[in-house]
């Protein structure tokens, strides 16, 4: 078993979260801070997740370095996404853990003896 923590949310960026402007009043973008910078494979995993999810996240939102970002629009996001989103991570770390563990292979034999 490894040693991996997994990464959770740490907070809600809003520094750098956008609110809809004058040019685009439907399009806004939400920033979240993960605990650390992932692995690439675990990305791979959020993002196909984001993407394969249902629901209003499933439209636009990608992990990149420490920022998990979701696009859509003015209210997007509320509690209910929170959660969702929530899950998601957790979903990711799970799905990340399982490619840590060790395969046992002391049961097959290569040359089918």
């Known amino acids: 078993m490894s040693e991996w923590e997994d990464i959770t ?17 439907e399009l806004s973008r939400q920033v979240f801070v993960l605990t650390d910078i992932p692995p690439p494979r675990w990305v791979e995993i959020c993002n196909a997740a984001l993407v394969g999810s249902p629901g209003r996240l499933g439209r636009k939102a990608e992990v990149s370095g ?7 629009g003015p209210k997007i996001f509320d509690e ?12 990711t770390n799970e799905q990340y853990r399982a490619i840590l563990e060790p395969v046992d292979l002391s049961g097959l034999d290569a040359f089918g003896e």
């Not at 949310?9 to 009043?25: C, G, L, M, N, V």
């Not at 420490?66 to 859509?72: D, E, N, V, Y």
């Open 66 to 72: 420490k920022a998990l970002t979701i696009w859509g």
């Open 9 to 25: 949310i740490a907070r809600h960026d809003k520094q750098y979260s956008e609110r809809p402007t004058a040019d685009d009043a």
């Open 80 to 91: 209910r996404d929170a959660n969702h989103l929530k899950t998601l991570v957790a979903y």
